[in-house]
């Protein structure tokens, strides 16, 4: 699976993309979960996911297939 780091999650994690291999499909909400446990310092911040580009609910599944963007909040004005 591809994932992609936008805005200042890609300077927070040090990387705009990475290849993460899945034994299993995930549901977001646990994929966002693996995901905090690999860069704990996501932890406290606040983004969607967007699977093969669609915004996608928790329950929805992501598999080794995917392409996987976490976008945060955007600011308008």
């Not at 310092?41 to 976490?70: C, M, R």
């Amino acid at each position: 699976m591809k994932v992609l780091y936008f805005a200042h999650l890609k300077e927070i994690v040090n990387t705009n993309e990475e290849q993460i291999s899945l034994n299993n499909d995930y549901s977001v909400l646990k994929f966002k979960q693996y995901l905090v446990e690999k860069h704990p310092e996501l932890e406290t911040e606040t983004f969607q996911l967007a699977v093969n580009e669609e915004f996608v609910q928790d329950t929805a599944i992501v598999s080794d297939k995917d392409i996987v963007a976490l976008i945060p909040p955007v600011s308008g004005g």
